[in-house]
Every structure is written in structure tokens, then in C-alpha cells.
T-cell receptor
Framework: KNEVEQSPQNLTAQEGEFITINCSYS?????LHWLQQHPGGGIVSLFM???GKKKHGRLIATINIQEKHSSLHITASHPRDSAVYIC?????????????FGKGMKLTVNP | DTGVSQDPRHKITKRGQNVTFRCDPI?????LYWYRQTLGQGPEFLTY????????KSRLLSDRFSAERPKGSFSTLEIQRTEQGDSAMYLC??????????FGQGTRLTVV
């Protein structure tokens, strides 16, 4: 079983819809990242959080440490939000701060 | 441009050839990571440097793979005697201790 699981694996939405992407993990973590990857490969870090909630523009990320679960919400979705969204965790064990990644969720927002 | 840059962006090579990729991290970042991503999967950790010291290597990194960060700045990842299974996106990331990682655009390797 993967240490980081994301759901759903794929999602197609209409422009303007509210979107939620889920991430569950099974290990102790010091931080969780939400990342965005567009076709062509480049990864952009959206959020790094260890507790509570963060907001940036139309994006909101929440984390529940007790339940080992995080969500990424996109409000008023737009076709330019189409990308793969990846959840990654920084495990508490070890000092490297390397990330363990989920498989990602491919989001398609249709106009 | 003060982001993480990787070179080349794309590399096609014949099986058995050696390839070398370069990563230039953000200048004040002491940590540098290499990850590999195959189609439809999330990235997987390969190796990590703190300054010039290579402190951790994944079991994914076979004897054919070697990475260096000679002066604690840029890093190179070399793959010797490439195999078709090495075809993947190779991602570099850098960070300051305890801070978020910044990723490069990746080098897409195709072994034919």
C-alpha cells in the first residue's frame, strides 16, 4: 500500500465548479505539500502546511493531522486549472526532508 | 531567472550510452534532491545533497547511477549504460532546511 493515497485519480469538471482533491497518508509527517504539474513536466509548489488551513487566491488547502488527511479545494474553477495535482509528505523520520509523493490527480476543467 | 534550472530539457539516447544531466538550484538553497517520475506515477526519491555532501541514496539508484554536487552549488546526475527502463522524467528540487522545495522543469529521458 502506498504511503500517500490520492482520490479521485481523475476528475473532469465544468468551469466555475468547486473542486475538492483528497490526500490520505499513513506515516508520521512534519509537513505536507500540494504541488501542481502541467503537461511538459514542471512542478510548482502550491502549499506547504503542517496544520490548519492555508489560502492563496482561489486555492484552499486544509490538513487534519489526527485523521492523516488533507484536502485541496479550488473555487470557481477555470480551464487553466487543468493539471495534475500531487500530494507529497515529508516524513518525520530521518533528516533529509525528502518527499514521498502520491500518484497525482489529473484535473480537466472544461469551458 | 532565480528558479531551479535543469539541462537538457529532453534527451534521446541509444541503449548502452551514457548520459549526464545538470541541475542548477536556487543559489542560497543548501539542499538538493533528485527524483525520477515515470508515466502516470508520482515522483520517487533518488538522492539528496546537503551542500556538497551526498547524504542519502535510494535503492532505486543502481550502480549505473551517480550524482555529484562538487562545490555545493550545481549538481550532475549521470547514468551509465542506459537501459530502456531508465526512460523517465528526472526532476531536481532545492530547498533551504525546513522550507518548501522548489522544482525544476525536469529532464525527460528517452532510451531507444
Amino acid at each position: 500500500k502506498n504511503e500517500v493515497e490520492q482520490s479521485p485519480q481523475n476528475l473532469t469538471a465544468q468551469e466555475g465548479e468547486f473542486i475538492t482533491i483528497n490526500c490520505s497518508y499513513s506515516v508520521g509527517i512534519s509537513a505536507l505539500h500540494w504541488l501542481q504539474q502541467h503537461p511538459g513536466g514542471g512542478i510548482v509548489s502550491l502549499f506547504m502546511l503542517s496544520s490548519g488551513k492555508k489560502k492563496h487566491g482561489r486555492l484552499i488547502a486544509t490538513i487534519n493531522i489526527q485523521e492523516k488527511h488533507s484536502s485541496l479545494h479550488i473555487t470557481a474553477s477555470h480551464p487553466r486549472d487543468s493539471a495534475v495535482y500531487i500530494c507529497a509528505v515529508r516524513k518525520t523520520q530521518g533528516g533529509s526532508e525528502k518527499l514521498v509523493f502520491g500518484k497525482g490527480m489529473k484535473l480537466t476543467v472544461n469551458p | 531567472d532565480t528558479g531551479v534550472s535543469q539541462d537538457p530539457r529532453h534527451k534521446i539516447t541509444k541503449r548502452g550510452q551514457n548520459v549526464t544531466f545538470r541541475c542548477d538550484p536556487i543559489s542560497e538553497h543548501n539542499r538538493l534532491y533528485w527524483y525520477r517520475q515515470t508515466l502516470g506515477q508520482g515522483p520517487e526519491f533518488l538522492t539528496y545533497f546537503q551542500n556538497e555532501a551526498q547524504l542519502e541514496k535510494s535503492r532505486l539508484l543502481s550502480d549505473r547511477f551517480s550524482a555529484e554536487r562538487p562545490k555545493g552549488s550545481f549538481s550532475t546526475l549521470e547514468i551509465q549504460r542506459t537501459e530502456q527502463g531508465d526512460s523517465a522524467m528526472y526532476l531536481c528540487a532545492s530547498s533551504r532546511t525546513g522550507r518548501a522545495a522548489f522544482f525544476g522543469q525536469g529532464t525527460r529521458l528517452t532510451v531507444v
